[in-house]
Every structure is written in structure tokens, then in C-alpha cells.
């Protein structure tokens, strides 16, 4: 069993869908801090079967959206003084700004400088819709 | 401030207000002739069309205002690499009302996102064409009365003809409305459409490959051109485009008053022979668009008042 160890003041994003791990580490963009950071990648999960933890020293506070857009499942364990004081799930946001990027070559946003925009088209399947051209963002 | 970016812009009350509106320009268009003096419509086209450009003006011209604009990208600024947000402060300041085509889908939204006058989409790229849609409504209500309880062939390219799309969120709204796909299986309708727009409102839709199959269950045959520019390759082009061409004797089996619709332009799709039937209403629905454009600007303009919800009559 590895072992890492207990973070006395930050997040741990527990539950993460196995294989999403990176991807929220990405987007979160986790790579720019400068505490801290563990990523544990297909850990034992009762629930699941296996599971992706992310644990942050010294940060409590997280773009939920990116996190709602990756994985719903997940969960956010917040701990102070080394005691779990607060766990909250994302949800999945209504519109994602400035999170992904539209694929289509016709659309606007591949030349104008504007945000990129999408929104919850399908709650059910998770699937969303470029604002401008209305493509579906392919994960 | 209202724009027209998407045919579900307006609901479906206000789209029937406009399309009374349009119909009362028709018959009495002397009413009209002046209502627009002293305003200018901006006619930005990014990519070039006669039709939409040449009747956006018309309808202008005909209530009587002034038009400006340039009629492909290579003439405007965008050529030295102005944005579209750019480009719409600026015309803002010379025109009262803008009508964009543009080859990026979604450039007329983010146009209406920074200007300061009504912007009106007149088509970009494969996306939107709300005005087509407006003028698809009005030839349907004009030859049947109303949209209500309509059997609609949609014949051609259907999955990147934006008038089809255009068309079809915009009849989801009537009631009791029959879709009949008819394409070949490369350019089906999007399966988004089937399953975000026609399956949730409850209308019966059927596809199918030839038009033959259906031809006696329809009120309207609404032709799509299979469009070059819309091919990434010339082979795919060249074997599909002479798919599902309309002629006489197909019509044999169909209602005497279907009602057989194109956006226009032409190419093969349907024979020239088919133009003299009276059932033929391609240009009639042309020359109908006009009148909605009229329409529109003096909705847009706020010289109509009543037609938008929440403008005292």
C-alpha cells in the first residue's frame, strides 16, 4: 500500500473517476501551484472498484465548474487543523466559460479572440454545445 | 435591443405578428414605401450571395431608406484582419441596422454581442439562416392558410443545409407537424437534430432515401441544392450532386396542391421543366422574402410597434 501523507490544511478531491485524474490536475491547473500536490491514480474504491484522489496542501478553494464538467461523481473533502471540517460534490455546470475550446474549424472562435463558450445541452448524457457554432464538445 | 441570430429568437408569436406584418406589406406595400427614410441598412457580407444580399437591399430600398455595405470579405477590412467585433462598432456608427453573412458559424452573435444597432443574420457558414426561415414560413402559411397539421419533405442535403435546420427548429413549435427526411445516407440530417429538436416535441418524423417513397403523403417538398463549398473533397461533391433531382413525372403521384419550395439557388435538383407547374412556388417564396425583410427592419427599428412582445401596440 503507498502511502502518502495527511494534509494539514487544504482539499483532497476524493472519488475521482479512475483515469480523470490527470485531467482535472490539468484544468485545475494544479501544475502552477506551488504547494504541495499528490495525485493518486486508480487507488481502491469500495464504490467504484478503483478511483483517482487528488490531495492540495495550502489551497481550499477550486473552480468547482472545471471540476462539475470533469467528474460530478467526485468529491471535495476540505480540511483544516488535519480535521475533515467540510465534503461538498460539484455539479454539473449550466455553461462552461473559457474551459474548453470549440473543435470546429468553421466556427467564430477558431479566429476571433472572444471566450469560449458552451452549454449544457443533454443534463442526462452530460453533453455540451458550443455557444456560437452549437458543435457538440467531443471529450 | 433585438437581433434575429437564431430563427428561435422571436417566439412563436412574435414570428407570426412579423409574418402578418409581412403579409399587410404585400398587399398594400404603397402603405410602406416611406417608412424607412433616413435610415440605412448595413450589409455586411463576409461571403458573397446574391440572393439574400440583393433582397436584404430591396427590402430597404423599397421602404424607402438607404443601404451600404460591401458584398464579399475580400473588400473589407477584414482582409487586413479586423475582427467581426470591430467591424460592427464601427458600422454601428454608420448604419441603423446591420445585416451580416458571414463563412464563420456564429459570427453573427458575436457581432449582436458588441453592437450598438439590431443585427440581423443573414447566414453563416452551415449554421443559421433565420431570415430563409421566416421567408419558409411565410410561403407555408400563405399557400395553406397556416403551419398547423403540415406533411414537410425535406429533400437534399440535410446535413449541411442551414436553411433545412433553420427550418425545422422553427416547425417544432406548430402543432401536429409531419417531418419526411429524404436524403442520401452521406448527407442525413444530424442526428442532434433528431435527437435535441424533433424527438423531445413529440412530431412524427420518418427518413427515407427516395423521394418517390413519400411523394403522395406530402403538403410541401421543401429542395435543398447540394452545395459545393459545403464538400471538403470535389469527388464526394461530384458523385452526390445529381442525387434526388426533382422532374415531372415524379410529381405524378403527388398532391395537386403540394406546394414545392427551394431557398434557392438552383442547380439540377429540380428540372427546369417542374418551373411551370403551379405548384412550383420557389419564386413566389423569393419574392415573399422581401416582404418579411421588409418586415423585420421595421420590427428591428422599432417602427412597428406591437409585433415584439413587451412594444406597446
Redesign the interface.
Known sequence: MLNIDSIENGIVIDHITAGRGMRVYELLELDKLDTCVAIIKNAKSGKFGRKDIIKIEGVTDIDWDVLGFIDDHATVCTIRDGKLVEKKQPRLPEKLVNIVSCKNPRCITSVENVDQVFYLCDEKAHRYRCRYCEQEYKK | MRHLIDPLDFTRQETDRLLGLAEKIWQSPGEYAHRCGGKILGTLFFEPSTRTRLSFESAMLRLGGQVLGFSDAGSSSASKGE???DTIRMVSGYADIAAMR??????P??AS?YSKIPVVNAG????QHPTQTLTDLFTIRRRRGKVDGVTIGLCGDLKFGRTVHSLIKSLVRYENVRFLFISPEELRVPS?IVK?VVGPSGHRWEEARAMEEVMPELDILYMTRVQRERFFNEEDYVRLKDSYVLTPEKLRAAKKDLSIMHPLPRVNEIAPQVDNDPRAVYFEQARGGVYVRMALILTLLGLEPGILDGEGA
Not at chain 2, 453563416?124 to 449554421?127: L, Q, Y
Open positions: 475582427s467581426v467585433a458571414h463563412f464563420k458559424e456564429g459570427a452573435f458575436v454581442q453563416d457558414g452551415g449554421h442532434y435535441e
